[in-house]
């Protein structure tokens, strides 16, 4: 138990006065625990939706037995996604066999530019993407993504107009649970399962990382108002994966918006600087540090974890500390990527892999083509810019003599996957570029830097907060020099 602040007894006032709620939550402020001393006080029974399965197993055991803990693809396959089991375990398709199997065979003309077979087929299997992802009842033309070259909206009309016949069918393809051409994932069965209008039986539901919510996810939450309590909690400022198709829900959210904004996992000075990337994020809180948790700014030496921009970033990281004799730990281990490497290098040497993720690819070329241009194949890009930058030798090396993170004197991290965590000294890494610099020039005769991406701001956020006693801005000192530094 511990003595609520002044936000948190607010929260927990509007929560026992039945209100719909979307909480703004900045980074250390209690979030996890708010929700949890909700629902301790209350006998009604609930349901938290958790961004993954590793959170959602966190908190089940931070609540009480009143409510379940799952994420929200886990409750659409025990409904009905356990009836595709055949289907979700089937190897990785280059698009253009998925598109010879749903008719497309030959190159079509629109606005007198050639489409070839495959581009035809990416364009199809990212419209079923982007239906998923969407709240839409029926996949229409909306979802037909824009092509470069045909940005007119004449000429996307009639792309969408070829592209939509053979979508359709693609999704179609998707809704028999045995077998099909159209590789099968989990996005498909949460939206199988949002399409039946499904009620959760709960009196209250709670939504955390509602920042980076797929709008399928928040039709699901929404579509539970009349029978079920609603609570959002998140940071609008850490919606860093809207590249996935998320999208930050709670600003538009009907209910009664707070937020918490007392961090208790660093100090005052911290504060300040994530106030900066804040306010650069136009973000809609702005943080207090805990006068009990003093965190300083500056050079590190021995920092507990290295933050990154990029997975090249981070490796590169790993390959300098291990030469240099230390004990290393990588988030997310190295498992996947030494059986991935072992794969590539197979291909490399012109011989077949049975890995499944890459065994249908006869060569490493046919695979940095799929990576670059299918968009099935986007989560298979951080591999082949390890391979083409470090080679497979390298990065085998370096993953055999990592450590567990228990063990190891610093844990290398991207930013994206240091999210929720927390270590006590923390160095950003020099793979965060500032942005580049406008034609114009200062009083001085030196040029303009451009403005900063509000995403950009909002992953250094991320990162700069993850410390708890010390912090190295390290890669990011740039914006001390930039326009937008001092607010």
């Known amino acids: 138990m511990f003595t609520p602040t002044d936000e948190q007894t607010q929260a927990a006032d509007c929560f026992h006065a039945g209100d719909h709620m979307a909480l703004q939550a900045g980074a250390g402020t209690g979030k996890t625990s708010t929700l949890a001393l909700l629902a301790r006080h209350t006998p009604r029974r609930g349901r938290y939706f958790a961004y993954n399965r590793a959170i959602a197993q966190e908190a089940a055991t931070r609540f009480p037995p009143t409510v379940t803990c799952k994420t929200a693809h886990s409750l659409a396959y025990a409904a009905l996604g356990h009836r595709y089991a055949r289907r979700l375990g089937a190897p990785r398709r280059p698009a253009w066999?998925?598109?010879?199997?749903?008719g497309i065979t030959k190159p079509a003309r629109v606005a007198k530019h050639t489409l070839m077979p495959?581009?035809?087929?990416?364009?199809v299997l990212k419209t079923v993407t982007r239906f998923c992802h969407s709240a839409d009842a029926v996949l229409t033309r909306r979802h037909v993504p824009p092509l470069r070259g045909l940005d007119h909206p004449e000429h996307h009309q009639e792309l969408a107009d070829l592209v939509l016949p053979y979508a359709q069918k693609a999704w179609a393809d998707l809704q028999h649970p045995d077998d099909g051409a159209v590789r099968f994932d989990p996005d498909h069965f949460l939206k199988i399962w949002s399409l039946t209008?499904?009620?959760?039986?709960?009196?209250?539901?709670l939504l955390d990382e509602a920042q980076d919510t797929n709008p399928v996810v928040e039709h699901i939450f929404n579509s539970q108002r009349d029978h079920a309590q609603l609570v959002m909690v998140g940071d609008s400022a850490q919606a860093i994966y809207q590249w996935r198709g998320a999208k930050d829900v709670m600003t538009g959210f009907e209910g009664t918006h707070l937020t918490l904004s007392r961090s208790f996992r660093f100090g005052p000075v911290l504060a300040t600087e994530a106030n900066r990337w804040l306010t650069i994020a136009e973000a809609p809180l702005r943080l207090t540090g805990s006068d009990s948790t003093p965190t300083g700014l500056g050079p590190l030496t021995a920092p507990d974890a290295i933050l990154c921009r990029t997975n090249v970033g981070a490796m590169k990281h790993v390959m300098t500390l291990l030469s240099a004799g230390a004990r290393v730990a990588l988030v997310g281990g190295g498992d996947s990527l030494r059986s991935l490497a072992l794969a590539a290098r197979q291909l490399q040497e012109g011989r077949s892999t049975g890995h499944p993720e890459l065994v249908?690819?006869?060569t490493w070329g046919a695979v940095q083509d799929y990576a670059a241009y299918d968009p099935s194949g986007r989560d298979l890009q951080p591999l082949v810019d390890l391979v083409d930058t470090h080679g497979t030798d390298a990065i085998l090396n370096a993953v055999s003599h990592l450590a567990q993170e228990s063990h190891a004197q610093v844990t290398i991290s991207t930013a994206h996957k240091a999210k929720g965590r927390e270590w006590q000294r923390v160095k950003i890494g020099d793979d965060f570029p500032p942005p580049r610099d406008t034609d114009e020039q200062d009083a001085q005769g030196k040029p303009v830097p451009g403005p900063i991406d509000p995403s950009e701001a909002r992953l250094a956020y991320v990162a700069v907060t993850r410390a708890r006693l010390h912090l190295d801005i390290g890669g990011l000192s740039w914006l001390d020099d930039h326009p937008d530094g001092h607010p």
Request: glycine share 4%.
């Open 118 to 123: 495959t581009t035809l087929s990416n364009t």
């Open 360 to 362: 249908l690819f006869p």
């Open 97 to 102: 066999q998925t598109g010879q199997d749903l």
């Open 197 to 205: 209008n499904p009620k959760i039986h709960a009196d209250f539901l």
